[in-house]
C-alpha cells in the first residue's frame, strides 16, 4: 500500500468522524464517537498498521498525517462537547425559570405546639444549669416504676398513680422518675439529670386533669448535697422561667421517693399557685440504685408541663392543649 493509499485512507476517516461528530445529539452519543474514532480499536491504528511495508523515509509523513487527523478530530470532539453542555445548561434554566409575576402557593408557616415550646423552655434552663437530658420508655415494669422508687406492693399512694395495665404485667408509667432509677443504676455519682416525657394516670379529664400529659424531673446527687442546694436550684429555675423575680415557698408534703418533701408555690398574678414537687432522695431509692446513703444525698423535683404552659400563657382549660383547634394553636 501506497503513501498516497494511506493518506486517502485517513483523510476519509476524518471527515466521516467529522460529520458524525456533528450529528451527535448528546454527551452520551458523543462519548461512543470518541471512542470509535479514537480509541486503540479505532480506524486509525488500524491505517497505521499499514506502514510496516513502506520504505523508512515515508513512514514519517503518514505518521505526521495521523497526527493531524488525529488533531482534528479532537478539536471537533471538544467543541461539539463544549456545544452540548452549553445546549443542556440552557435548556435547564428554561425549564426552571420561575414567573415571579405568578401568585405563589400560600402554606401558612408552622408553629411549635405550647407543650413543645415549654418543655423546650424548661431543658434549656436546665442545660444551662449543667443537667444532662435523659429520657427512657413509657412501658415499664412494676419494678421501675413503684418498687425501687420505695413505693410497697401494698402502700396507698399507689392508688393515687393508678394506671394503665397490660396483659404482660406491665405498665403505662405514672411519671418519668422510672428513667431516674435506670439512670441511677448504670452511673455513678456525681450525676445531675433533667427527664422530660409522657405518662399515665386514672385521672378523671376535667379543666385541670388527663389522664395523659407530660412531666418533666430532675435529678441530682453528689456528696453533701442538702435541701438548700434543691431550694436555691428551683428558685434559680422558676425565675428564669417566669422571667421575672417571683416569690417561692415551699410547703411540707408527702411523696415515697422523697424525704424530707415539699410542695413548691409560687406568686403569680397575686395568688399562690402550686407549681412543682421536689424533696431529697429516700435513702430506700438510692439502695436500690446501689448507692450509699452514708456517703451520698440527692435531690429531686417534678413538674406538669400542661400545668407549666397554662400559667404562663394563662390558659383556663387544660383540654385546650390536647384539642388540635387552630384558633387556639395559632395564638402560640
Request: glycine content about 6%; proline content about 5%; hydrophobic content about 40%.
Amino acid at each position: 500500500m501506497t503513501v498516497s493509499e494511506l493518506e486517502a485512507q485517513l483523510d476519509a476517516i476524518c471527515q466521516e468522524a467529522q460529520q458524525a461528530i456533528a450529528a451527535a445529539d448528546s454527551l452520551d452519543a458523543l462519548e461512543q464517537m470518541r471512542v470509535k474514532y479514537m480509541g486503540k480499536k479505532g480506524p486509525i491504528p488500524k491505517v497505521l498498521g499499514g506502514m510496516g511495508k513502506l520504505d523508512h523515509a515515508d513512514r514519517p509523513r503518514v505518521g505526521a498525517r495521523a497526527n493531524e487527523v488525529k488533531t482534528a478530530i479532537q478539536t471537533e470532539l471538544d467543541d461539539k462537547k463544549t456545544a452540548l453542555q452549553a445546549a443542556a445548561i440552557q435548556a435547564r434554566l428554561e425549564a426552571e425559570t420561575l414567573d415571579v409575576t405568578m401568585p405563589g402557593n400560600y402554606r401558612p408557616q408552622g408553629r411549635k405546639h405550647p407543650l413543645n415550646s415549654t418543655t423546650d423552655r424548661i431543658l434549656d434552663i436546665f442545660v444551662g444549669l449543667g443537667y444532662t437530658v435523659e429520657e427512657g420508655p413509657e412501658m415499664e415494669t412494676d419494678y421501675y416504676n413503684f418498687e425501687a422508687l420505695n413505693f410497697l406492693p401494698d402502700h396507698p399512694a399507689r392508688d393515687m398513680q393508678d394506671t394503665l395495665y397490660l396483659p404482660d404485667g406491665n405498665l403505662l408509667r405514672t411519671h418519668t422518675s422510672t428513667v431516674q432509677v435506670r439512670y441511677m443504676e448504670n452511673t455513678d455519682p456525681p450525676i445531675r439529670i433533667v427527664v422530660p416525657g409522657r405518662v399515665y394516670r386514672r385521672d378523671t379529664v376535667d379543666a385541670t386533669h388527663s389522664a395523659v400529659f407530660h412531666q418533666v424531673e430532675l435529678l441530682a446527687v453528689d456528696e453533701g448535697l442538702t435541701f438548700t442546694d434543691l431550694k436555691g436550684t428551683l428558685k434559680v429555675f422558676l425565675q428564669e422561667f417566669f422571667g421575672e423575680e417571683l416569690e417561692v415557698r415551699f410547703r411540707a408534703s408527702y411523696f415515697p421517693f422523697t424525704e424530707p418533701s415539699a410542695e413548691v408555690d409560687v406568686k403569680w398574678k397575686g395568688r399562690w399557685l402550686e407549681i412543682m414537687g421536689c424533696g431529697m432522695v429516700d435513702p430506700n431509692v438510692l439502695k436500690s440504685a446501689g448507692y450509699d446513703p452514708e456517703v451520698y444525698t440527692g435531690f429531686a423535683a417534678g413538674l406538669g408541663v400542661e400545668r407549666m404552659a397554662m400559667v404562663l400563657h394563662q390558659i383556663d382549660d387544660i383540654r385546650r392543649l390536647y384539642n388540635s383547634d387552630l384558633r387556639f394553636l395559632q395564638q402560640f
